[in-house]
């Protein structure tokens, strides 16, 4: 799975060059409200590609974050028919993209040891060694 998924990483950058440098995948993250919920602190970026829930939440904080991961499977979906890959080494090469550039200083996020952290300002972020 290590060299498939870094395969699919690596065609995900090819197609991110081929769209004027954004990614089809940051296009379509930029429609959700990721952001704003991982700004809350009670949201984070999982290595698996989807938002996880920090601790406990409410109804309301569930269901925004079950939008937003209802839109990435479909996207994770979509692309991965084309590819010709599994959806899981889709989500977990975007996974590794959004960990490496969208979790600022003061939010958290997961990797695949279930372990949820907070970012240092500074702090690099060890990403799982299936990323590229």
């Known amino acids: 799975m290590s060299?498939?998924?870094?395969?699919i990483l690596a065609a995900g950058i090819g197609l991110a060059a081929i769209m004027g440098g954004a990614g089809a995948a940051?296009?379509?993250m930029q429609a959700d409200n990721?952001?704003?919920l991982r700004?809350?602190?009670?949201?984070?970026?999982?290595?698996?590609?989807?938002?996880?829930?920090?601790g406990g939440g409410d109804a309301g904080l569930r269901a925004q974050v079950d939008a937003v991961n209802i839109?990435?499977?479909?996207?994770?979906?979509?692309l991965a028919a084309k590819r010709n890959?599994?959806?899981?080494?889709?989500?977990a090469a975007t996974g590794c993209?959004?960990?490496a550039s969208k979790v600022q200083a003061g939010q958290y996020y997961r990797l695949p040891d279930g372990v949820w952290r907070q970012r240092e300002a500074g702090q690099a972020i060890a990403l799982?060694?299936?990323c590229a």
Not at 3 to 7: M, S, T
Request: charged share 25%.
């Open 128 to 130: 799982p060694g299936y």
């Open 71 to 78: 839109k990435r499977r479909a996207y994770y979906t979509d």
């Open 97 to 99: 993209q959004l960990l």
């Open 85 to 91: 890959a599994k959806i899981e080494e889709v989500a």
């Open 39 to 54: 700004a809350t602190g009670k949201v984070g970026e999982q290595a698996d590609g989807y938002l996880g829930i920090v």
């Open 34 to 36: 990721s952001a704003q």
């Open 3 to 7: 060299r498939r998924l870094k395969l």
């Open 26 to 28: 940051y296009a379509m």
